[in-house]
Each structure stands twice: as C-alpha cells, then as structure tokens.
C-alpha cells in the first residue's frame, strides 16, 4: 500500500530530526557529564568550546577568540561601573624593583613563595653550539620581580603624586596582567599568569577608605548578580585568608554546581600600611601631616571559570544573555543559490532590526558547515537563543526557536520575532538566575556538630557554623576537612552564637565555611 505524502512527509521529518541529533551528539565529541567527572567535565567543556588551551610556558594559558570576547564583555561592563564612582584608568610597569617588596613585611611575606624574578637583561649566541644563553655580563644591579600585585609600585608613585588633602581621594585602576608561580593549575581557575584588574585608591581618612573598599564589594556583587547571573554570599575574611597586608579583605563567595566555593572578587582595607611603607604624607585640613589610608580590590579570570561551572551542563555553556558575546544566531537551511537569496533578503533584515534594538546578533548563512555541526556548536558555546528558518518555515512566514537554558523549542510567527526575542533574553537572564539563586539558598546549611559537619562537608555546600575566632580552630577545620573559612558573611544573625563545634569556647561569630577551589 503505497504511503500518503502527508505520512511521507512525517517519516522524512523524523528521519531528518534522528540524523541531526545523531550528528549533534557524534559533534559534541561526548562532553563527560558532570554526574560523572565534574573535573575533567570542566576541563573538557573549556577546551572544546574554545574558551582556552593550555599554553607552551607551563602554566600559562592561550585565550582563544571567543573565551576573550566574554572577557573582554565582562571588562567593559566593570569598567564601566568603576567609573561611575569616580575610579580613572592607568597603567603601571610589569616590573617591580625588589627592594619595594621589602618596605611591607606582611606583604612581602604574602607573596614571596610565588614571585617570578629577572635577574639578567641580555642574551648571547651559546659559544659551544647553537642557540642563546644567557650573557652572565648583563646581570641587573637590583632584581625585577614580575608583578604578582602592584600595590608596592603604585604606592612608591603615589607618594610623588600626594602631598595634599587637595589631591585625595585618588582612586585609580588598571587592566592588566600579572604573574603568581602556581605549581598546580587549572585554566582560568589558577594560572601563573592571569589577567585581571586591580583598582587602587588612596583617602584622607580611615572611614573614607573602609567606605570605598565595602563600596566595591557591592560593585562586584551587583555585576556578579545583573550581568553574570551569579549570587554570591557577601562577607569579610579570617584573618588568615586576608591579604597580605590589608587590615579587612570583603569578599564575594559563589558557590559552583558541585557545592564548593569559589572566591570571585575581593577588596580590601589597608589602613596606612602602604602610606607609612612608602612615606606617602599629606597635609590634612589642620594643617598637619598624616599618612594616606588605602584600598585595593580586584577581580580576574577566574570570573570566567565562576561563569562555567555556575551555570553550564552536559551539553556545554550556558551563557546569560547580559554577558554572552552572540545573544542571538539565526541559522538558515537551504538548498540552492535560489533559497539562500530569499533567505538572505527575509533573514538579513531580521538581523539588522536585531542590532538596531542592542541585541548581539550573527547570521550564519556559511556553507563550509553543515547546519547539524552549526547547531551543536552553538549549543555547546552557550548561545541564548538560536533562530532556524527552512523551505516550509519560508513558505509558512514562521521560524523556529530554541533557548539555550532550558533547551525548549518552538515554531512561531515570523511577524514580531524581534519584540519576542528581546523579551525572551531578559527572561533567560531571570531564569538562569533564580536557577543560581536557588541552588545557594537550598545547599546553605547551619551546622554546630562538628563530625555532622566533617561527613557532610565532603558532598558540597555552604556550612554557616559558629567559631570561636581562633587561628587553631580554624586550622585544624582545614587539616581534617579541606574546608576553609569563606567568611563572616554579611544578612546572617550573628545573636545566640553559642559555641564552636570544633573547640566547645563560646564563639565569637557565626562563618561560612565549604571546600573551594
């Protein structure tokens, strides 16, 4: 019995559908699900969606195109935000003569163990053969440490810049890279070398300078929650996890998918540490001299492996729309020059409309690809919101549509696709959110049971405990858990604490403490 078109057509969808699923998944390159190996889950999803690659100097990394491009998103938002509390853009040099890390004792001890050191300034052709050496004349008089931080060279600066209350406050950034040896690394997790910022301010007053370091925590907490999509639990730091140097660090903890914290921004007080180091006076409204009180805050790459791990799943990035590099790609399927022009003239327009309202938009109307490997590997790069047009979606003035953070699809109308999808980004951004939201608010757990604490610890989580405000308590939690004190977090009763689940004393605070990466 020969079949009706109708049920032709059915079976040749069906195949079509069953082919571009297969090709999807063999193009995925089966991505380990996070269920199994979240670890190499992460390390495989940076790699194969283009984010970075290992690099040839051990430790470093290579950014490809498209992982640079949600930096240089992230980038531009925060700089944005920086300026609009007054913050102007410089740029400092890469090397530090060693004689500065030497003015800070706390600082330099906080930093000595990672240090990379220039110790000579020439080459030569090796005498015994080919290649270069290097020229044992050329050894430098004072070695350069390459940046880990750049608090001691900008300080030593700011005392030729400040000499009046006239001249505060003095709140300056820049974008750059710096170096901190790492014997174990992970891509935009631990790098040696990362890119990051590094906001450094100078104020008359202790209250002015405390009220600027907690200022850029809410800087960094608001872009984590309206750009980034990330909650985080805002709070100040042990003294053993502060800076080196800083009398109070703030910091913003994200919790990842697996439960474990990740610190992603920090700022901190640093009294008139550095002022006193380098000798940075000024004359105050009395008349009288006084050192500068400063601050320093910064964020960096490691925002990106935050990014990754909050939000993305098994079948790749999860990009909110605020952030991603392409919000929306529109994919036509043609056959023949005939087609792809119709497409071109009714798809074309629709991406001009696109970018005249903000949205970020890429036709690909490419040939090189098929539309299966076009599919996977926006799926798998986290695009918000794909747009698929074939021959009876033109005859039929419809386009179908997939949104990325829930991997729904449906076929409407071609006629006010714009006003749609723009709506429909914001609600993406909403949904992948409250998603985010509600994972720290159900893995948040108060805890006084100490061996409760030590089994459950090992699954992921937030623990908000009560602690006793002692370096020992807080060292032996690290030596037989591998879980550290977060923070003090901020919107948590710090009434009745009772007392430490590790020591029995009465505790000073309640903390949050989780295993982080």
């Known amino acids: 019995m020969p079949l009706s078109s109708k049920m032709t057509k059915k079976l040749l969808d069906y ?72 913050v102007q853009n410089v740029y400092f040099p890469m090397l530090i003569p060693k004689s500065f890390l030497s003015k800070e004792a706390e600082h330099v001890e906080g930093f000595a163990k990672e240090c990379a050191v220039v110790t000579h300034y020439r080459l030569k052709a090796n005498p015994d053969g080919d290649g270069v050496v290097v020229d044992p004349a050329a050894k430098l008089e004072e070695e350069l440490i390459i940046r880990p931080t750049s608090e001691t060279t900008i300080w030593n600066t700011y005392r030729k810049w400040i000499h009046s209350w006239r001249d505060l406050p003095l709140c300056c950034n820049q974008w750059c890279n710096v170096m901190r040896w790492e014997m174990r690394t992970r891509l ?45 639990v805002r709070g100040v730091k042990s003294a053993t996890e502060r800076f080196a140097g800083a009398l109070d660090t703030y910091t913003i903890e994200a919790m ?72 929306v790609v529109i994919v036509p399927i043609y056959k023949g020059d005939t087609e792809l022009a119709a497409f071109n003239e009714k798809l074309g327009g629709l991406t001009e409309r696109l970018k005249a ?116 308590t807080e060292a032996q939690i690290k030596a037989e858990t591998q879980a550290t004190i977060r923070c003090v977090p901020y919107g948590y009763s710090q009434e009745n604490l009772g007392v430490d689940m590790v020591s029995g004393k009465p505790a000073t605070c309640r903390v949050i403490i989780a295993r982080s990466y």
Not at 205 to 227: N, S
Request: hydrophobic share 40%; proline share 3%.
């Open 357 to 472: 309202m903000g949205i970020r938009v890429k036709y690909d109307n490419a040939d090189n690809k098929r539309p299966g490997f076009k599919f996977a590997d926006y799926e798998l790069k986290g695009v918000p919101v794909r747009l698929v047009m074939g021959g009876r979606d033109l005859a039929n003035n419809t386009i179908e549509l997939m949104r990325r953070d829930t991997l729904e699809k449906e076929t409407i109308s071609f006629d006010g696709i714009e006003d749609y999808v723009k709506n429909l980004l914001e609600e993406i951004q909403t949904n992948i959110y409250n998603k985010a939201k509600k994972r720290l608010d159900d893995n948040i757990f108060p805890c006084d049971n100490y061996e409760e604490f030590k089994e459950r610890v090992k699954d992921g989580g937030f623990f908000l405990c009560p602690w006793d405000g002692t370096e020992e």
């Open 188 to 232: 935009f997790l631990r790098t040696s070398e990362f890119l990051w910022q590094e906001g450094h301010t100078a104020h008359a007053t202790r209250e002015e300078a405390e009220a600027r370091a907690k200022q850029m925590l809410d800087v960094y907490a608001d872009f984590a929650k309206e750009v980034m999509a990330i909650p985080v």
């Open 15 to 86: 195949s079509v559908a069953t082919i571009r699923k297969i090709k999807m998944a063999k193009e995925l390159k089966d991505l380990t699900k996070r269920s199994v190996d979240y670890s190499r889950w992460y390390n495989e999803l940076v790699v194969k969606a283009d984010l970075a690659e290992q690099a040839d100097v051990r430790g470093c990394m290579v950014i490809k195109p498209y992982g640079y491009a949600i930096w240089e998103k992230i980038q531009q938002s925060l700089d944005a935000r920086f300026k609009e509390t007054g």
């Open 256 to 327: 990842m998918q697996d439960g474990k914290a990740l610190q992603s921004g920090t700022s901190h007080f640093l009294g008139q540490n550095f002022g006193k180091a380098f000798n940075v006076q000024f004359v105050d409204k009395e008349n009288k001299m006084d050192y500068a009180w400063a601050t320093s805050w910064g964020v960096s790459t490691r925002l990106m492996g935050a990014l990754i791990m909050t939000h993305s799943d098994d079948n790749g990035l999860v990009l909110p729309p605020h952030l991603a590099p392409i919000q």
